[in-house]
């Protein structure tokens, strides 16, 4: 049986705290010093368990359920029988289902890997021979809810931290004016809302911090983000807090929670002053807006790159709030709206990151909860339910190798058949590209060492450069 190595990521915040000497207070002034902070971003550096690929993460999250036989996995043989039972027996669906929906799409191939990849994102698919396409995914469960907390969370149903606030974790922070784990959310929250983003038992200060996109205010983006004080009167309000807050503290003893808060008072006054200033996409020349487009997912991309650039470690791109990708019906006029939305922006964020020579150090992630069923779902028939056996997701950049697909479902689309990847497995070894073991990023907890692989998942090698 594996023994899980004990927390080999304390911070010195933390060894103070566990000593068990009474010097949670000094810890806590020793974490907000410039040079704690310097000595966290240092740190980042060598508590890598092997050389690392990448150093950030863009998790680009098209929540409901994209369709893969209409994206990236071409399933010719779904024409063929169109309309009819297919030539195996149908997988248990979560709602009633008929014969075989034909994607009304054409796939063509691209670069010089040949990849084949749906005409909806013909523009994305130029950039072909950087992405690795992984066509055999595979969930647990055909709900939202619960796949939704698996793939991002790592468990379908008990609180667990987030990908994100384990990779900050694990690599603390390179910009100490900024989250660590941002999450770009327009129009709401999408199912099951933050818990998406939480933190649970790790530290609450590395929870994603959530930005509602739609608004292109910076004063709107953050709340409260401005202060009607001068910065100096500001700053004094703020030592005298702390001074409050410590003492609250020093007669408590150690309180992860109150601890996170009084940090979170530190991070947001100097946010005022970065976050103003990298949100502001006004600071970007004509040509570079042109290229993304003026639509909110290229608006969103372009914040992305202005975020990667300024340090920030983890962050998540959400399509909208809700579950947009979720077709049931309709799939083809809302597949042709929503991907639309996208290719534009994707292609120009992949170019841009290339061009600027961060995409090799920038892990991108393309793709839903699951996917769909090949069948048709009843009674629209021009629909499809939602499909956790298998289905598409793509990596780009952060040491993915380029111009590759691997594994495959079956020939109608319906299962993971060949090289399955389950979430799990692409944990493991997205955190591999990072650098990190995923069996060893553990944190003690309720007697136990967990992690976010749980007691699962294993290092996909093939799709690493």
């Not at 003893?253 to 976050?275: C, K, T, W």
């Not at 006029?333 to 290719?343: A, H, T, Y």
């Not at 629909?383 to 990596?395: A, K, L, Q, T, V």
Request: neutral net charge.
């Amino acid at each position: 049986m594996h023994q899980f190595s004990h927390n080999p990521f304390l911070t010195r915040r933390e060894m103070l705290t566990r000593s068990g000497m009474g010097m949670g207070m000094l810890a806590l002034a020793d974490l907000t010093s410039q040079e704690s902070l310097q000595a966290a971003k240092q740190t980042a550096s060598v508590t890598r368990h092997h050389p690392a690929r990448a150093k950030q993460v863009v998790h680009l999250f098209m929540n409901g359920g994209p369709s893969h036989v209409d994206t990236f996995d071409p399933k010719p043989l779904l024409k063929k029988f169109h309309g009819k039972p297919l030539p195996n027996p149908n997988l248990p669906t979560e709602r009633k289902t008929a014969g075989a929906l034909g994607s009304p799409f054409q796939f063509h191939k691209f670069g010089e890997s040949g990849i084949e990849v749906s005409e909806l994102f013909q523009k994305t698919a130029t950039h072909i021979d950087d992405m690795c396409v992984i066509r055999s995914m595979h969930s647990d469960i055909p709900n939202h809810e619960p796949s939704l907390l698996l793939m991002n969370c790592g468990d379908n149903a008990l609180p667990r931290p987030s990908f994100g606030s384990w990779v900050n974790y694990g690599l603390g922070t390179l910009n100490e004016n900024l989250p660590g784990f941002v999450v770009l959310c327009p129009n709401g929250f999408p199912v099951v809302g933050p818990k998406n983003w939480r933190s649970a038992f790790l530290p609450g200060s590395f929870q994603g911090t959530h930005l509602d996109t739609k608004e292109t205010d910076v004063t709107r983006l953050i709340e409260n983000i401005n202060n009607p004080q001068t910065p100096e009167r500001q700053r004094r309000q703020l030592d005298l807090l702390q001074q409050f807050n410590q003492r609250h503290l020093a007669q408590r003893g150690h309180d992860p929670l109150l601890e996170a808060r009084i940090q979170s008072f530190e991070l947001a006054y100097r946010m005022q002053f970065a976050a103003s200033d990298v949100l502001d996409l006004s600071k970007e020349p004509k040509h570079i807006h042109e290229m993304y487009g003026d639509g909110l997912q290229g608006r969103q991309l372009l914040m992305t790159r202005r975020l990667l650039e300024q340090g920030v470690r983890f962050i998540q791109v959400w399509h909208s709030g809700g579950q947009e990708w979720d077709h049931h019906s309709g799939i083809e006029k809302n597949l042709k709206r929503l991907c639309g939305q996208w290719d534009q922006p994707i292609a120009a964020f992949l170019q841009d990151l290339k061009q600027r020579g961060m995409l090799d150090s920038t892990l991108v992630l393309w793709g839903g909860e699951f996917g769909r069923t090949p069948v048709a779902e009843l009674p629209a028939m021009n629909g499809r339910d939602h499909n956790h056996y298998g289905f598409s997701m793509w990596m780009a950049g952060g040491g993915v190798r380029g111009g590759y697909v691997h594994g495959a479902t079956d020939e109608t689309g319906f299962a993971a058949a060949e090289n399955k990847v389950h979430v799990h497995d692409l944990h493991a070894t997205m955190l591999h590209l990072l650098g990190i073991d995923h069996e060893r990023l553990t944190y003690r907890y309720a007697g136990r060492d967990f992690r976010l692989t749980d007691v699962h998942g294993r290092v996909v090698k093939e799709i690493i450069s």
